[in-house]
């Protein structure tokens, strides 16, 4: 197969399977040795963290930014002048069907619905991906996402989760991995998140239709999505709040407070359950908080107290009972935390890494606990070019992980459309088995033509 030579012609074979190495003129994988820097192509500049991905990348000895693609004008202005020597583009399309030999690496830092389409893209032009998070935005993108990573093996993978560089977090992981507090009963996470501020739809508006800004092109940005109008607060970043665009908060701190969970136990594979308390169903446009979720996992391991193991998660600080979980009552939880209690103590993590154990109402500093391998010090974003030059450094969190993490906490979010009804959940057939309507409206979504992910099956 050979490249297309025109976007219109990639647009009709990409879509129909994933394009081979050789159509690339290079090997996939670890980078020639006559290439001494990995080239990184962006996509979304400066956004949320577009910017930041790409800064703390390109500090990098081994990387170089050389190319940008926004659909802001402004935003990729503000780019082009930190990178001046980087090609500029405002349709990501256009890059790999005219530009794919010009770079061997992607960031993908956009919204969350545009994920999938632009991060299966890279993978099938053989190039390394840097995606942020949620990994994706609909349930059956996960098996997608699997799909193109059994075909592509040899592509270094990283999802934008830079605070499992904290050695807190790593510790929490050994801890329970090597079983020091005894089998697991139940795990709790809870994200402070949505509230007031700049990322999010707080009041719940929805604005009158109105023209986009001009230097926002709204069809692109639209990307997968169906066409809508552009509304006010919408773009740039409060889309986070949008039923079609984002993940609310249970999506956005997804992993970085359920990724600890499921890296220490393996047997986590799929869920089986999820229940969504929430005052009322999510509405056509924005998501709705507060909400209660529980997610639950069969389990057949001597490692757990049960045959199933629930995840309880949720939004706005809502923090479960200090003494439900084997602490002192009232003894203060902090918000953006992870709770794993076991038959021999209870592991408190917050995302910033402070941990501590409690056993029959006394703490130890998790850092103190025997047996704790030297955690030296990482760099998230430069861990993952180093493994794309083929220098095997820790890396947290290639896409085969994301896809576990992000797993319950899509359908945390997508539960609350029918607020307290059990989902029984079955990946292998991307299936509500108890609830038709369930699966018809939040599984998959109808792509929007030109901008569909290509297929790996």
């Given amino acids: 197969m050979t490249i297309p030579s025109n976007r219109r ?8 399977a994933g394009l081979g190495l050789t159509a690339l003129g290079h090997a996939p994988g670890f980078l020639t040795d006559r290439r001494k820097k990995l080239r990184v192509f962006g996509i979304g500049v400066v956004g949320t963290i577009g ?7 390109s500090k990098h000895p081994d990387a170089e930014i050389v190319g940008l693609c926004d659909v802001d004008a402004k935003q990729r202005e503000r780019a082009s002048k930190k990178y001046p020597e980087a090609f500029v583009c405002r349709d990501y399309r256009d890059a790999f069907a005219n530009r794919a030999d010009e770079f061997d690496a992607v960031v993908v830092s956009t919204p969350d619905h545009a994920h999938a389409p632009m991060m299966l893209t890279a993978l099938a032009h053989d190039k390394h991906v840097y995606g942020q998070k949620p ?15 059994a075909k592509k093996p040899d592509l270094v993978t990283q999802l934008g989760n830079q605070r499992m560089v904290f050695p807190g977090r790593r510790a929490a992981v050994e801890i329970l991995r090597q079983g020091q507090l005894g089998k697991a009963i139940a795990a709790y996470a809870w994200t402070g998140s949505p509230g007031p501020g700049r990322y999010f739809n707080f009041a719940r508006e929805v604005h009158e239709p109105s023209a986009p800004p001009k230097n926002l092109d709204w069809n692109l940005w639209l990307g997968p999505c169906a066409e809508a109008p552009y509304r006010k607060a919408l773009a740039p970043v409060v889309w986070r709040s949008w039923w079609e665009y984002g993940t609310n908060g249970l999506g956005d701190w997804g992993c970085h407070i359920l990724d600890v969970i499921l890296f220490s136990y393996d047997e986590l594979k799929s869920p089986v359950a999820v229940q969504t308390h929430c005052p009322e169903p999510a509405g056509e446009h924005i998501h709705i908080h507060p909400c209660q979720s529980v997610i639950t996992y069969a389990v057949d391991s001597n490692r757990f107290a049960k045959s199933w193991f629930p995840i309880h998660y949720n939004d706005r600080g809502q923090a479960p009972s200090a003494a439900a979980v084997g602490l002192p009552a009232g003894t203060k939880l902090r918000s953006n935390s992870t709770v794993v209690v076991c038959e021999g103590g209870t592991l408190v993590l917050t995302a ?12 130890t500093e998790g850092m103190k606990m025997p047996g704790l391998p030297q955690f030296p010090k990482l760099n998230h974003w430069h861990a993952w070019v180093d493994n794309c030059h083929g220098k095997k450094t820790e890396l947290r969190t290639p896409f085969r992980d994301a896809i576990r993490i992000t797993e319950p906490a899509l359908l945390a979010v997508k539960a609350t459309r029918f607020p307290g009804k059990e989902l029984c959940w079955d990946k292998s057939q991307l299936a509500f088995t108890n609830h038709e309507q369930a699966t018809k409206q939040l599984v998959r979504r109808a792509y929007r033509e030109g901008f569909a992910p290509p297929s790996f099956a």
């Fill in 51 to 57: 910017g930041k991905d790409l800064s703390e990348i």
């Fill in 9 to 16: 012609e990639f647009l009709r074979t990409s879509a129909a």
């Fill in 135 to 149: 990994l994706v935005h609909q349930l059956e993108e996960l098996v997608m996402m699997e799909k193109a990573l």
């Fill in 352 to 363: 910033g890494g402070g941990l501590d154990i409690w056993r029959d109402g006394k703490r």
